[in-house]
């Protein structure tokens, strides 16, 4: 089933866009970063500007409190158009200054009623600085403060009352230039990490999106597949998981086309060989009624062979259908069976150059599917003969065996071995074993025997595995349970018909 591929169209471009999105965030988050310090700065400004302002109103009162002056407390020190003078010149309504030892009024507002808040800046924690801050900047405009704190490095402590209006319409200027230059940061910043960042990893994720899609399109055409860039970090090895990626893919879909054509072909031979496999049938069983010896020895086993031909040409079709019909449980004596192989492969006579051995114990009988447990050693001991008869096995002397033997095991389980003294399988054949039309030993094989082979072994609940391989032969071992499953008809209850005789389908 082709699954449709969907392309978000919904939300804008800072939907569809991932640089866009990452412009966006990077502003967004340089302003919040800008949020948490706004607080702390502005409890910095606020605390410079009354200290500025203590500053101020401790050089007027050390100007006023030259020599001969008294230094009585009293507001009449400096005329009131003097005081006035001095206040509206400094922003304040109060100046008072102390040297520890004496205090001194130097210019006093004559309206003031009451003083709302007190401030010592001296005493003053950060938390405390920052609360007043901002309780400045969101409610203060009408309030009077009375703000104390020392000035100077002779131990002088200025006291000066101020209406805090302008300090709030001053706390409101610096909160402008701060969201201006945050702005500006902000978008610098973003605009920096933006093109660093899309040149290092959104660019190669577009080219990677790029060529999924492409590929995607068509995976069969090989020019689709992504060039991974030589780069160490997780974008290289990303490319590069995807190229090998697409290239197995590419070729696993090259290799089911012509398995779907190769099985449409061999539907189409397997109809008609069934019908020439049939006639020769009907022919081979007129040959049993001819009174010669020979012929009466050997038309049994072309008869066998025969009907086998007829269920092997079911079999192909049945591994084209990834079905292999569930076997039908008998006893099957091993022995017996091994011998019919021996003669059917035409092995152990004297014009044969490979000596059978069959190793079996007499009457050792198996519980399994007989028609399915020939098919399974005829296919294993063909590779061996074929192994046997390569050109590999050239030269005078060299010894050509094949054996076939049977054990019971501790743990009741029954091990069947096919070993041989052949040249051993080569790599390709190792690597992709058990894989049809690739696992092959040989050039120009197909590979479905092993294949074929397991999905028997495993139809019977057991465990095909290679023992051996090298220069001294090849050795597969069958591990197959003590019994048949409780339920006859396997796991899936199903039986697809397989087992009638195929003059019958």
């Given at each position: ?65 030259g020599p001969g002056q008294p230094g009585s407390s009293g507001a ?430």
């Open positions: 089933m082709e699954l449709e591929r969907t392309v978000p169209t919904r939300g804008g471009f800072f939907a569809r866009s991932l640089s866009a999105q990452l412009l966006l965030l990077t502003v967004v988050a340089v302003m919040a970063a800008e949020v948490v310090i706004f607080v702390p700065l502005l409890a910095g400004f606020r605390e410079s500007y009354l200290r500025e302002k203590l500053q101020s109103a401790a050089v007027a009162a050390l100007a006023t409190a009449g020190a400096m005329p009131d158009s003097q005081q006035a003078a001095l206040l509206d010149a400094l922003g304040l309504r109060l100046v008072a200054i102390s040297d520890g030892r004496s205090n001194r009024l130097i210019a006093r507002d004559t309206s003031i009623a009451q003083v709302d808040r007190t401030i010592s800046l001296d005493d003053e924690t950060f938390i405390q600085s920052a609360s007043e801050a901002f309780s400045e900047f969101a409610f203060g405009g009408d309030r009077t403060l009375r703000v104390l704190g020392s000035t100077g490095d002779e131990g002088f402590r200025t006291e000066v009352v101020l209406t805090d209006g302008d300090l709030r319409s001053a706390l409101f200027a610096y909160a402008g230039r701060v969201l201006f230059y945050s702005s500006v940061l902000a978008a610098t910043t973003a605009l920096l990490l933006w093109a660093v960042i899309n040149k290092m990893m959104i660019a190669p994720i577009r080219r990677i999106t790029s060529a999924m899609i492409a590929f995607g399109d068509k995976p069969s055409d090989p020019n689709r597949i992504i060039v991974p860039e030589d780069r160490a970090d997780e974008l290289g090895i990303a490319s590069r998981e995807l190229a090998a990626m697409q290239a197995k893919l590419s070729e696993t879909l090259k290799e089911q086309r012509r398995l779907a054509n190769l099985g449409l072909a061999v539907s189409k031979i397997n109809h008609d060989m069934r019908n020439i496999l049939a006639s020769s049938q009907m022919i081979s069983d007129r040959l049993v009624t001819l009174p010669d010896p020979k012929v009466q020895r050997m038309a049994p086993m072309l008869i066998k062979s025969l009907d086998r031909a007829l269920h092997y040409t079911q079999s192909v079709l049945a591994y084209g259908r990834a079905v292999e019909r569930t076997p039908e449980w008998r006893q099957v004596d091993l022995q017996a069976t091994v011998s019919d192989i021996r003669d059917l492969l035409a092995l152990g006579q004297d014009e044969s150059e490979i000596e059978f051995v069959n190793a079996v114990p007499e009457h050792f009988e198996v519980t399994a599917d007989p028609e399915q447990i020939h098919r399974l050693l005829t296919n294993l001991c063909r590779n061996a003969v074929q192994a046997l008869t390569s050109d590999d096995m050239a030269g005078i002397g060299v010894v050509r065996r094949l054996t076939v033997g049977a054990e019971r095991l501790v743990s009741g389980r029954t091990l069947v071995f096919v070993e041989d003294s052949g040249p051993g399988l080569p790599q390709k054949a190792k690597d992709n074993l058990f894989q049809a039309f690739r696992g092959s030993a040989r050039s120009g094989g197909t590979g479905l025997g092993l294949a074929i082979a397991m999905e028997i072994v495993e139809a019977h609940n057991g465990e095909l595995r290679l023992a051996q391989t090298d220069t001294t032969g090849t050795r597969f071992e069958i591990e197959l349970p003590r019994g048949a499953p409780s339920d006859p008809k396997g796991s899936n209850g199903k039986n697809d018909g397989l087992g009638k005789s195929a003059l019958e389908s």
